[in-house]
């Protein structure tokens, strides 16, 4: 794979996912999975019995979520201890060893599930957001994330689209405006709607608008929308937004854009193409928890 990726970086180094963001998922994960303890291991399973395994590679792809295993390996005791062999955002191939695991047998199978869950999707959204990337290498074109995120995840999944070279889009309904059709459908004069808005939010906050007909460019712009999102626009319509809007504002497209049609939408000339599917339609990657020692 010769997609550029970000560079490698742990929690600490990556300010937009912290260590108590890793720790509420992987707390309210064990809970789900064993709200009163694990059956299976406390019956089969001697107390003090000691294992090793290691974190295997079923397929390639680009790797997410060592912190995360980690977190969720160690989080029901303190005697586990985890090695992360390979660096967030780097790929790996089929039988790769990404990560090992060695201590007391039970916490470890108890929380084998969920730290697989949680690195499996992360490194699947890595992995799909790289082959976005790479589809578009060369254009200067940003491909971005949504809203369209696990409940609960986004800041672990938002993570992962930055270990697969992709950007985030707003974190949430509070930190940008966006302007979408069902917004918009409540609004007599767009131009004005967003002039008014500007007057009410700080300085420091970005308006996006999304427009679905060529038409309402004219107005966002005359509003002084910052961003204008082109939902499911054609390519003659992309272009012939692009040439409207001439540089005055961010050009996003959206709307069904797949791998098989990112690269013409990328050639109309638009800067941001923001992807739902990398959060909310990626299948998890096969990585398994091989044990090699136990007594």
């Known amino acids: 794979m010769t997609t550029p990726l970000l560079p490698a970086r742990d929690v600490a180094g990556d300010p937009l996912l912290t260590r108590s963001q890793i720790e509420t998922v992987v707390h309210r994960a064990l809970e789900e999975d064993a709200p009163f303890g694990d059956l299976t291991s406390w019956a089969f399973v001697p107390a003090d019995a000691q294992a ?7 397929e390639a792809g680009v790797f997410s979520g060592g912190a995360v295993f980690a977190a969720a390996m160690t989080a029901l005791s303190q005697d586990v201890e ?3 062999h390979h660096d967030d955002g780097t790929p790996f191939v089929a039988g790769q060893r990404l990560a090992s695991v060695h201590g007391p047998a ?9 730290a697989l869950n949680l690195v499996q999707r992360m490194t699947a959204v890595a992995g799909l957001t790289a082959r976005y990337v790479e589809a578009v290498a060369g254009t200067g074109v940003r491909i971005a994330d949504t809203r369209k995120t696990t409940p609960g995840l986004r800041a672990l999944e938002r993570h992962a689209v930055r270990c697969g070279g992709g950007h985030n889009h707003r974190s949430g309904l509070s930190d940008a405006v966006m302007a979408k059709d069902n917004h918009l459908a409540l ?6 709607a967003i002039s008014a808005a500007r007057t009410r939010l700080p300085h420091t906050v970005h308006i996006e608008v999304e427009v ?3 038409d309402q460019i004219a107005p966002a712009l005359a ?3 910052d961003t204008i999102m082109l939902d499911n626009f054609s390519l003659p319509e992309l272009r012939r937004g692009v040439e409207i809007i001439a540089g005055r504002a961010v050009v996003e497209a959206s709307g069904g854009i797949t791998l098989d049609t990112i690269g013409q939408v990328a050639a109309t000339g638009i800067d941001v193409i923001s992807v739902g599917a990398l959060t909310h339609g990626v299948p998890a990657v096969d990585l ?3 044990f090699t020692t136990s007594r």
């Open 52 to 58: 090793e395994a290691d974190l295997v590679a079923r």
């Open 82 to 84: 985890v090695t992360v």
């Open 106 to 114: 039970r916490p470890i199978l108890t929380a084998e599930r969920v």
């Open 187 to 192: 609004v007599d004069d767009l131009a004005a």
């Open 212 to 214: 679905d007909r060529i």
């Open 223 to 225: 509003g002084g929308a």
């Open 288 to 290: 398994g928890l091989d």
